[in-house]
């Protein structure tokens, strides 16, 4: 190899291997449920969240999911939903941050499928595009999973966007750190510590098929919404983490303890640390 070539490769090769070695930090927010109730002021309690991560020093913004609140809309209130949508766009769109958003289950409009969109996610798709994708930042690999759709009559990632995750990962160095958004959990003790019983209620039926299969892969975190409540769960070196919510026990106060919040996550390296911030909402008392 000549002299140039040869010091060409060894600098290429230090900017590759110093992508994960630079420091970042972002913003998890979830379970934002702006919803069509003015005194809930759930469109004011997400701006004022927004402004706070946006100040943090953090590169960008994830949601974790629940956005707004569709699901239980009928036929009939389409109109709410899209204004709900809108919304929530505009605030989005206003930010200095740039966003990854994660579908909820009540980001689900079962009225208003599009091909390609089922499980209720075709009014999400129509205004935030795909509703499972990835993307990097600064050496690290970030995949955003659907965890509401429905199988059988329970949440799961169906067999398409498996294969999707399959082709993925098979493309993916073994190496690479890599982070996770799903709404719907793939492990909580919520029941357990609330009613003293087990469920898959909220967590994703399939969630071990879905887990194991990054198991060859360097799987740092897992980030979750659906809860509102605070949970840190660690298997297998995977830090899972449920986020709380921003709007804490839907707007009405702190839910079991968890105020009104996000996660902010300091990434140094091949390594992270995170804190859950309170950012400061009041709620009207009626």
Known sequence: MKPF?????????????????????FAFLTDMHVNANPKSRSLDGLKQAVRTAEASGADFIISGGDNVDVDGMKADRKADAVKLYQDYKQVV????????????????????????????????????????????????????????????????????????????????PKDQPIVVSAHVPFLSLYYPVLEGRYTDTDTFANQKEIFDMFGSHNLKLVLQGHQHLYEEIKVKGVQFITAGAVSANWWGGAFHGTEEGFLKVNVDGDGFSWEY?????????Y
């Not at 040869?6 to 090769?13: D, M, Q």
């Not at 911030?277 to 008392?285: F, L, R, S, T």
């Open 93 to 172: 769109e206003a930010s200095t941050l740039k966003w990854h958003l994660t579908i909820g289950n009540h980001d689900r409009y079962w009225h208003n499928e599009q091909p390609g969109a089922p499980h209720g996610a075709g009014l999400f798709t129509s205004f935030f595009g795909d509703t499972y994708y990835s993307f990097e930042h600064k050496g690290w690999l970030f995949i955003v999973l659907n965890s509401a759709q429905v199988c059988a009559g329970k949440y799961c990632v169906d067999e398409v966007q498996q294969q999707w995750l399959a082709e993925l990962l098979n493309r993916t």
């Open 277 to 285: 911030v309170d950012y400061g909402w009041e709620v009207n008392k």
């Open 5 to 25: 070539s040869l010091s060409l490769f060894i600098l290429l090769l230090g900017f590759s291997a110093g992508q994960a070695q630079e420091k970042f930090s």
